[in-house]
């Protein structure tokens, strides 16, 4: 196999990018968003990866997988036709669907390579994004475009790659797993999805009034703080991290006996919030922020259906001065991070979607904070397109200002979380030495994998 350090180079062909449409008329109407789905920080599209072997089911041997996910696809759209419409404004410059069944776009592709040889360089963010998710001129839009792109590259080991791209506007990690579940349940002759698909925005829109009854730090505006005197040249560095269990007994070492037992995530998350704030060597009075996303699916009182597929979260705050969380141990921090969960309630995300329009721009404060998305639940890894569950599946690349929370399996076979981190290449080198010492003396060398990006752009 070829080492962890080094990145594979090979060619892909690709064809010419067609239409796929529903395989069976679909209702031409409009429909309405949430105001959850229709908010300024959802406008850009969101590349999910899926790379699976070829030797899970023998009985697909010598299958086309192009074919046989083109026509999956065909019938799964039947049932979600919105995502064959295209997105336009309304009254007021608010987004809404416009069901036209025109189709999604669709990549048949080929790769010299094979996944033994790409082995962990497939992480995020994906260093072969460009190549497995071809970039389709005139396909990034917002308004007018196709909601979907997607990709499928066989690979030379007879294995393939399912890449997508989907408007976030449409729907969220969870509402798009939801249809690639669909696609996979059409691909041995299933006539309709376990699920059904359902539409009812307006279950996530404001109340009539809208009503703050929260304080909802995740509107605060920005502050034009300096943050690793960043201009628009300073170079961005988005590297992934992979804790496996080594990695997180080291972490947990930094806590006391009583909270050991926290949940990985929680655990990282402070960890990482930690030596990020260190990393950024702000004034000691500064205040930092965590925020991460979570679900608004299977909240009591919200009673959105199995079905729902549109963008269903908030994104909680937890703040700090700087100098109390760099220099006060790990469990500050936990304990600060554990406090957004015991503030979720039903109210709570309605206060927050009233915030959203009480507010008018639609927006949450991501510039300088620290994201996170997790996806470690999400069940992209999951999703069986007839050739077995994949080798990795989840996020492929740095998006905005979020960091990812993915699962991953390393070329050594350990299970483990992989986390994509964004910094000004400067910070990005102070970041890895706290993270050296929370997660032990190698995590420098074992965590960081050279699945690195260098992008021009400001946090």
């Keep these: 196999m070829a080492p962890s350090s080094s990145l594979v180079s090979f060619k892909v062909r690709h064809r010419d990018p067609e239409l796929v449409v529903p395989a069976k008329p679909v209702p031409y109407e409009q429909k309405q968003l949430s105001d959850v789905d229709d908010q300024e920080a959802l406008r850009y599209q969101i590349p ?78 994906c260093p072969y994004l460009d190549q497995l998710l071809y970039n389709v001129p005139g396909s990034t839009g917002i308004v007018g475009c196709p909601l979907l792109l997607i990709q499928v590259t066989r690979l030379m080991c007879g294995g393939f790659v399912f890449a997508i791209r989907w408007s976030h506007i449409i729907a969220d990690a969870v509402g798009m797993s939801k249809f690639l579940n669909t696609i996979a349940e059409m691909v041995p002759g299933a006539t309709k999805p376990s699920f059904l698909p359902v539409w009812q925005r307006e279950l996530l829109n404001a109340r009539d009034p809208p009503r703050a009854t929260y304080e909802h730090h995740e509107f605060d505006e920005v502050n034009d703080t300096d943050f690793g005197t960043m201009n628009d040249d300073t170079i961005i560095v988005h590297k992934s991290f992979f804790f496996g269990p080594r990695e997180m007994s080291s972490i947990r070492k930094h806590l006391p006996p009583h909270l050991r037992a926290s949940s990985s995530f929680l655990v990282l998350t402070a960890c990482l919030w930690k030596c990020r704030t260190i990393a950024t060597q702000l004034d000691p009075n500064e205040i930092v922020r965590v925020s991460y996303m979570v679900t608004a699916s299977g909240k009591e009182g919200l009673k959105l259906p199995a079905g729902y597929y549109g963008n269903a979260f908030t994104f909680p705050v937890a703040l700090s001065e700087a100098g109390l969380l760099c220099k006060n141990p790990l469990e500050y921090g936990l304990e600060l991070v554990k406090e957004i969960k015991n503030r979720l309630s039903e109210e709570y995300t309605r206060s927050a979607i009233d915030l959203l329009v009480i507010k008018g721009k639609k927006q949450y404060r991501t510039v300088r904070d620290f994201v996170i998305a997790d996806t470690t639940r999400v069940p992209f890894g999951e999703i069986d397109l007839g050739w077995g569950k994949p080798v990795y599946g989840g996020p ?42 929370m997660a032990g003396n190698s995590s420098n060398d074992q965590c960081c994998r050279n699945a690195t990006e260098v992008a021009r752009s400001k946090l």
């Design 396 to 437: 492929a690349g740095a998006i905005k200002d979020v960091s990812f929370f993915a699962k991953f399996k390393n070329g050594k076979g350990e299970d483990g979380i992989v986390v994509q981190v964004s910094l000004p290449w400067q910070i990005m080198e102070r970041f890895q030495k706290e993270l050296a010492k």
């Design 48 to 125: 999910f990866i899926m790379f699976y072997d070829s030797n899970s089911n023998p009985c697909m041997e010598g299958e086309d997988q192009v074919k046989i996910i083109r026509a999956a696809l065909a019938e799964a759209l039947v049932y979600y036709y919105p995502l064959a419409g295209r997105l336009k404004e309304g009254p007021d410059g608010k987004l809404l669907v416009d069901c036209t069944g025109e189709g999604v776009l669709f990549l048949e592709a080929d790769a010299d390579t094979t996944l033994e040889l790409l082995e962990d360089t497939i992480q995020p963010p």
